[in-house]
C-alpha cells in the first residue's frame, strides 16, 4: 500500500520566530567545583558520609543460625499444613475446597 504523499493536502507550518542562544559562561560554576574561588570554596566543606557497617543493622533472629532457629521450634506443635486433609483432584469432577 503506497501513499502518495504529494497528493495529500497537508498544512504547512513555518516557525518564524526563531532565536539562538547566546554563548552561555559557565567558568564560575566550574571554579567552584574545583574550588579554586577564593572566599566561597573556604566556606564550602564537604563532610565524609559515615558508613555504617552490616552489623549494626542485624538483629537478634538474624544473628542466631538457622539450626537453632529450628531447634527453637517445640517438637509437639504440628506445622500448619500438617492439620488439613489432602483433597484429591479428579478429572472431570467438582473441586471443593473446605
Do not use: H, W, Y
Request: proline share 6%; aromatic share 2%; no cysteine.
Amino acid at each position: 500500500m503506497d501513499i502518495e504523499v504529494e497528493s495529500q493536502d497537508l498544512p504547512v507550518v513555518r516557525d518564524t520566530d526563531v532565536s539562538t542562544v547566546g554563548e552561555q559562561e559557565i567558568t564560575a560554576f566550574g571554579e567552584q567545583l574545583m574550588g579554586t574561588n577564593d572566599e566561597s570554596s573556604e566556606d564550602i566543606k564537604a563532610e565524609e558520609p559515615v558508613e555504617k557497617s552490616a552489623d549494626e543493622f542485624i538483629d537478634d533472629d538474624e544473628a542466631r543460625s538457622l539450626e537453632d532457629i529450628l531447634l527453637s521450634i517445640p517438637l509437639d506443635i504440628p506445622l500448619p499444613s500438617a492439620g488439613m486433609e489432602i483433597t484429591k483432584i479428579v478429572m472431570g469432577k467438582e473441586i471443593k475446597i473446605p
